[in-house]
T-cell receptor, first 111, second 114 residues
Framework: QKEVEQDPGPLSVPEGAIVSLNCTYS??????FMWYRQYSRKGPELLMY????GNKEDGRFTAQVDKSSKYISLFIRDSQPSDSATYLC???????????FGTGTRLTIIP | GAVVSQHPSWVICKSGTSVKIECRSL??????MFWYRQFPKQSLMLMAT?????????EQGVEKDKFLINHASLTLSTLTVTSAHPEDSSFYIC??????????FGNGTRLTVT
């Protein structure tokens, strides 16, 4: 079993829809959780960064962490074609330590 | 947050030659940088942790004599792929993070070995 599981997709939704992306993990030591967006042939771009359980909102993006269930989510509201990318969840026991990544979910927003 | 510059963005080299990739932290003095590798449609795999002023720490299965890492200053780490072979063709990405802050990534270097 992988430490971090993420549905690889691909996921296609119409423009304006709410997108839900999820990851599960097995290592209870993970405390810091991140979501990255990666466009083709580019490095990952940090979207959300959360510590421990709870919700965090930034514009159209909301990150949720449920440590009791070892489950994290990223919600994208009012999705736009520019949101089409691969989304990677990542986590670590410490904020600046090496990350453990999910496999990434490829998302396409259809205009 | 840290801004990371990586150079070159792409490089083509002949089999048997060596290639150097630079990673610069523009906003932040980084004692630690990380080097990742990504194959098409796959996630990032950590190769090594670059430590300023000391030897890099390599992940299991990564050949340290093949992937030479130098972290000579707080703003620069280099990865040299020595005696490159076609199977070394990949997307190499560095990352930088501060204490209690998340990792930011460079834009990657696409290496093609012919």
């Amino acid at each position: 079993q992988k430490e971090v599981e993420q549905d690889p997709g691909p996921l296609s939704v119409p423009e304006g829809a709410i997108v839900s992306l999820n990851c599960t993990y097995s290592n209870s030591a993970f405390q810091y959780f991140m979501w990255y967006r990666q466009y083709s042939r580019k490095g990952p771009e940090l979207l959300m960064y959360t510590y421990s359980s709870g919700n965090k909102e930034d514009g159209r993006f909301t990150a949720q962490v449920d440590k009791s269930s070892k489950y994290i989510s990223l919600f994208i509201r009012d999705s736009q074609p520019s949101d089409s990318a691969t989304y990677l969840c990542a986590m670590t026991p410490f904020g600046n330590e090496k990350l453990t990544f999910g496999t990434g979910t490829r998302l396409t927003i259809i205009p | 947050g840290a801004v990371v510059s990586q150079h070159p963005s792409w490089v083509i080299c002949k089999s048997g030659t060596s290639v150097k990739i630079e990673c610069r932290s523009l906003d932040f003095q980084a004692t630690t940088m990380f080097w990742y590798r990504q194959f098409p449609k796959q996630s990032l795999m950590l190769m090594a942790t670059s430590n300023e002023g000391s030897k890099a720490t390599y992940e299991q299965g990564v050949e340290k004599d093949k992937f030479l890492i130098n972290h000579a200053s707080l703003t620069l780490s280099t990865l040299t792929v020595t005696s490159a072979h076609p199977e070394d063709s990949s997307f190499y990405i560095c990352s930088v993070g501060g204490i209690d802050s998340p990792l930011h990534f460079g834009n990657g270097t696409r290496l093609t070995v012919t």
